[in-house]
């Protein structure tokens, strides 16, 4: 099983390895995934009675979205210091942007949990509108790709990525570098959800 | 290559929790041929009632029905007509074509120790077993398991009983491709061993990789499909529920403005890339047992790969032939059919090279050759009745007909399952050391061959006149099929007679497991390079020393060599 080759080391002949490659792949399945739902909101958009969709769109807290939009935002650059970090062997520095990017991370979700309970207050639900359907399918599988992202990053934050640093710097860095990829996906999904619900 | 695992591994290590491809491929295979083997019992159900509607089921019935005294009930036929298109696509040929046939051969043919991430691997399999336990246990749940069709079709599907677990069994079961995919594509790539550059891949390689595409980047819009659809049903939202609808005689209290269409176009954006899933796998291992069995070169190699490719990237944009009745327009319908059209020229290409691979061959009639050699014409046959699907001047009579039913099983069933039997019996020795029973074999062949078209060739009868699919009497009640259900006895005793005919196999695979295993590594003298390893393979490195690679897939009967043969390894 160790015999598996190309796993941090680069292919020659294709220049990549194993987990960048993988990692590219899966985000494929993600934009279609992703776009399949965007694809859903312009079908339900252009169906739906002439200013439907700005009637409730309107009830969005703009201030909120754009505050998590400043956060996700951080924690993609913070991401990418924490890589540059391990590369210049600096663990204690990896250590404080991984940290800060999870902490911005737990604010996104705080800031979406705040959003979410108000909107159950006022009686908005999914079934209330076809926009707020869409809204809360597509802003709740964010979140879901988010506490997914989450997992991977506090497990590489803790004791775990301490003894990887100490037997294999690179796989370390490897992993940063895929986690990375799928975060900053992550981010970008946001970067379109947040014009389409809640500005247009 | 690494000695440094001596540790013993336990039973559960070894064969249950394993992370080698090679177990999980055979994993996959028995757990979609159990159910095959399922999905057709529930068939054989439905054909008994079909020649005999509202008579008591023999044998069964009083177990299955017991509510209605042994008699399959309208809802019943549903529930079995929608679990059997699902378990047979979603649970029984992709897992067994990819999943178990990609698995276990993939890092053979290309001399890799193992799948590039081989707990990934493990992962895909476990999700594709949650996946079926969810269906399974969905038969037991007091609503029952789906009723709504295969293809799911709202509004029905979202008031209908036994939906929620379907769906989510399909997240499974999407996920589970989707991991499984995206490791063989990276293994493709990354771990082809030195020497084995992409045109010198044997061709089931190339259909492997087309179709992980096409699973990786199809299957997620029917993941946020069943997304929507769930929300539809358990969050009370209306994606696909359009104003003003009443059902069962009330208003439908839901906000409206949803489309049905909505459903259609995200499920055969999936379905139709489906289609391609399905047949590019057996396309493949016919492809090696044609070359194999002629002991010639397959002809046109690198226009097959060409073919393929394009064919996969076409199958994208082909999907909305299903849904020339939905009353989309003009527009679509001459974009979408000029598409379709364009789609048969490459699969005319895999089937006219095929064929001339044949001429002037001093053909080997063994059982996975006969297997492989009755696809073509099937498939054929498939293929050429799905031409007047694809337009839709033809189609609008056609549609939902017992037509369509005749023409996709001639592709999938003695198509592509006729190529995994092949698949079978041709890598068997491989996996065990063991060949299968020649005899046996072709008890097992010829009945199969027989019945096969005995069940689905007066489907193409039917249809024409104008029988409609999915009713559960069979076409008793409709005065215009009066003098065409008649063929639904001979259809019904086929389907018996086919399934008699897989008791040879069975006990095939039993009594040769139980005979001594052989020394010969390579007993059809292939070329290929998973035959100069060990039978079966050595456990998580496969070879016994490096691999490399030194001439092409399918270098038979080269003038000049004594062997008629050249492996790909052989310097």
Known sequence: MSS??????????????????????????????????????????????????????????????????????????????????????????????????????????????????????????????????IYFTLTG??????????????????????????????????????????????????IFLFPILYLL | MSDNHHHEETFFQKYIWSVDHKVIGIQYGITSLLFLLFGFGLMAVMRYQLAYPETVIPIIGQWLFAESGGIMLPENYNTFGAMHGTIMIFLGVVPLAVGAFGNYLVPLQIGAPDMAFPKLNAASYWTYFVGGVVMMASFFTPEGAARSGWTSYPPLSIFESGQTMWLLSMVFLITSSLLGSMNIIVTIVQLR????????????????????????????????????????????????????????????????????????????????????????????????????NTRKP??????????????????????????????????????????????????????????????????????????????????????????????????????????????????????????????????????????????MGKLHFFPSFLAMNGIFMPMFIQGLAGLSRRMYDGGQQYAHASDITHWNEFMTISAFILGLAQIPFILNIFITLSTKKSEDRNPWKSTTIEWSAPSPPLPHVNFESAVEVHRGPYEYSVPEREEDFYPQTSP
Request: hydrophobic share 50%.
């Open chain 1, 4 to 133: 598996i080759p190309y796993i941090v080391e680069e292919r020659p002949d294709t220049g990549l390895n194993n987990s960048k490659l993988g990692v590219w792949i899966f985000l494929a399945s993600e934009v279609m995934l992703f776009g399949g739902l965007f694809s859903a909101y312009v079908f339900l958009r252009l169906a739906a009675p002439e200013g439907d969709f700005d009637y409730w769109g309107a009830k969005l807290n703009v201030p909120m979205a754009t505050f998590n939009t400043m956060l996700l935002i951080t924690s993609s650059v913070t991401m990418v210091m924490s890589w540059a970090s391990l590369k210049l062997k600096q663990f204690d520095k990896y250590k404080m942007y991984l940290g800060i990017t999870i902490l911005c991370a737990l604010g996104f979700l705080c800031v979406k949990y705040f959003e979410y309970t108000g909107k159950f207050h006022h009686g908005i639900y999914p079934s209330s509108s076809t926009f707020m359907g």
């Open chain 2, 193 to 292: 061993a030195p020497g084995l550059t992409w045109f010198k891949l044997p061709f089931f390689i190339w259909t492997q990789l087309v179709t992980s595409f096409l699973l990786v980047l199809a299957f997620p819009p029917l993941e946020a499909a069943a997304v929507l659809q769930l929300m539809d049903r358990l969050a009370g939202t209306s994606f696909f529920l359009p104003s003003g609808l009443v059902y069962a005689g009330e208003a439908v209290a839901a906000y409206g403005n949803g489309s049905p269409l909505l459903w259609q176009h995200l499920f055969w954006f999936l379905a139709h890339p489906e289609v391609y899933v399905l047949i590019l796998p057996a396309i493949g291992i016919v492809g090696e047992i044609l070359a194999n």
């Open chain 2, 298 to 439: 397959l002809w046109g190699y690198k226009s097959l790969v060409y073919a393929i490719s394009f064919l996969g990237f076409m199958s994208f944009i082909v999907w909305a032939h299903h849904m020339f009745l939905t009353g989309m327009g003009q527009t679509m319908s001459a974009f979408f059919q000029l598409t379709t059209m364009i789609i048969s020229i490459p699969s005319v290409v895999v089937l006219t090279a095929f064929f001339i691979s044949l001429w002037g061959g001093s053909i080997r009639f063994n059982t996975p050759m006969l297997f492989a050699l009755s696809f073509l014409p099937m498939f054929g046959i498939g293929g050429l009745t799905g031409l007047p699907l694809g337009v839709a001047a033809s189609d609008i009579y056609l549609h939902d007909t017992y037509y369509v039913i005749g023409h996709f099983h001639y592709v999938v069933a003695p198509g592509t399952l006729f190529a995994l039997f092949a698949g079978i019996y041709y890598w068997f020795p491989k996996i065990t050391g063991r060949k299968l029973h020649e005899g």
């Open chain 1, 141 to 190: 599988l964010h979140v879901l790709h988010i506490i997914g992202g989450l997992v991977v990053l506090i497990y590489l934050w803790t004791r775990q990525a301490d003894k990887m640093w100490e037997e294999n710097p690179d796989l370390l860095a490897n992993r940063i570098e895929v986690t990375g990829l799928y975060w900053h996906f992550v981010d970008l999904v946001w």
